[in-house]
């Protein structure tokens, strides 16, 4: 069926969580999730092809919603060679790679240069959810858009921000890629298309919205046929309480719009379990409510997210409406760097953390002799030395001028921003003159 996943992708349903995984009680909590090393959710279930999946009283609906909780296994090219069954070549495999240990030692390095003074406000790191943006933003073209979060700086990467545009942006200097006047929540690019980071839980999703609205305009009205741009939407577990994410799921089923809401579960909203904030933790189901497929994946596997970001992108481009993709996956760090990270359990923490997207990646192309380690400590190494090389560059960079306060401020900033002799007001030495104190 031309609006669903192609039949060879299509998976099993999931089963409920566990009653006991939405249990209050701490204890009980953890000793069932971790007592069964497979307790992830996109871990435990073998691909079988079966009748798609219509949730109840659905029976009405035309169109199949699938959720998926394992890739394909099998997947068959049209040749016999002995690469048949595997999901990527040797030249995907180290592009996966390159991408995932770019984001993660990235995010390192801004927590030296945090602890170090360089950076200030808040700063949220992406550590463990690199398959994720890894898998879906390498598939986009340079003309799609993203929308992002607060934990922005490795979705900038991934659609090819430049590494010193996203430190120097972090260090709050002029060559960063809003000029130093963002900061580490509000990565943007009109380059690249980055549409940027949003501070504030839910407002990016309609901001993508309209992003993929225009994509679908210039194509139905305006007739250019080429244009066949797709938005993916960045968020959180969080965000899917808020009521931005509901009305626009409606909007983008409504108009078929070609975007991918993606959900990255890292099953905690700052210090809120996931499993205690919400009365129905399987978020992917509400895709289904509003007539879009709704799709569950382990955020750990870079190689299942990227199957499954394939179909999404696919049934986008092609004019079939949206996809929501609940990735879920875990953040080996606090909520930002300053948190301590005190309220999860140390059990679950190591859980994850054996389940390091980065090395399972690693894994699989040497079991399948994509790569040798000498090609893999290549990638190491010239990561390592363009961190530094950002580092450096953002660190010699000049701060903003005063002037630069109040641009992309005010539509007219006369009055406020620019006194009677036109000149800005902030560059008057008695501008802030009593505010010292404050």
Known sequence: MATSFSATKLLQPLPPLNSSARSTDKNTLMSNQFKDSSFFLGSTHKLSLKKP?????SQ?????V??????????????????????????EGLELYEDMVLGRAFEDMCAQMYYRGKMFGFVHLYNGQEAVSTGFIKLLKKEDSVVSTYRDHVHALSKGVPARQVMSELFGKTTGCCRGQGGSMHMFSKEHNVLGGFAFIGEGIPVATGAAFTSKYKREVLKEADCDHVTMAFFGDGTCNNGQFFECLNMAALWKLPIIFVVEN??????????????DPEIW???PAFGMPGVHVDGMDVLKVREVAKEAVARARRGDGPTLVECETYRFRGHSLADPDELRDPAEKNHYAARDPISALKKYMFENNLVNEAELKAIDKRIDELVEDAVE??????????????????????????????????????FTEGTAHV
Not at 53 to 57: G, K, N, Q, S, V
Not at 60 to 64: A, G, Q, W
Not at 76 to 86: E, T, W
Not at 393 to 399: C, G, I, L, Q, V
């Open 53 to 57: 999946f219509l949730p109840p009283h």
């Open 60 to 64: 009405r609906r035309s169109k199949p």
């Open 66 to 91: 699938f959720a998926v909780s394992e890739v394909v296994k099998d997947k068959k090219l049209k040749n016999d060679s002995s690469l048949s069954n595997l999901l990527i070549t040797k030249e």
């Open 266 to 279: 890292n099953l905690w909203a700052i210090g809120m379990s996931h499993l205690r904030a919400t009365s």
């Open 285 to 287: 189901k509400k895709g």
């Open 393 to 430: 560059f953002a660190d010699e960079s000049p701060h903003p001028v005063r002037s630069q306060l109040l641009e992309n401020v005010f539509a007219d900033p006369r009055g406020f921003g620019i006194g009677p002799d036109g000149r800005y007001r902030c560059e008057d030495p008695k």
